[in-house]
């Protein structure tokens, strides 16, 4: 079981930057691949990016590829998204989620955060 809490969501203009915080409770944050999603309003969750366990293997949407970078802290049980050269289409609920499969975690995650608001004015 885990428990994630994300933070760092705000208001920014285009071209901007913002960096989203993950925080997963318990003592096995090493053992999940740690992914980020979002929902834009009137639309379906869409997957944005993920990490193994080892940091070292990432996988990224083609709409945030070169501008978006995952990265975690095990130490910290924490998953960070940095944000850069931010889109009005970037506008979406962004949501932590977490698994113990690398594959399971880019379709149906066992674990989801609650979500924090990116909203990218024009």
């Known amino acids: 079981q885990v428990h994630l809490v994300e933070s760092g969501g705000g208001l920014v203009q285009a071209g901007g930057s913002l960096r989203l915080s993950c925080v997963a409770s318990?003592?096995?944050?090493?053992?999940?691949?740690m992914g980020w999603f979002r929902q834009a309003p009137g639309k379906e969750r869409e997957f944005v990016t993920t990490?193994?366990?080892?940091?070292?293997?990432?996988t990224y949407a083609d709409s945030v590829k070169g501008r978006f970078t995952i990265s975690r802290g095990n130490a910290e049980n924490t998953v960070y998204l940095q944000m850069n050269s931010l889109k009005p289409e970037d506008t979406a609920v962004y949501y932590c989620?977490?698994?113990?499969?690398?594959?399971?975690?880019?379709?149906?995650?066992?674990?989801w955060g609650q979500g924090t608001q990116v909203t990218v004015s024009s």
């Open positions: 318990g003592r096995t944050f090493s053992s999940y691949t």
């Open positions: 989620a977490a698994d113990t499969d690398y594959l399971q975690v880019k379709v149906a995650p066992h674990y």
């Open positions: 990490i193994r366990r080892n940091a070292g293997i990432t």
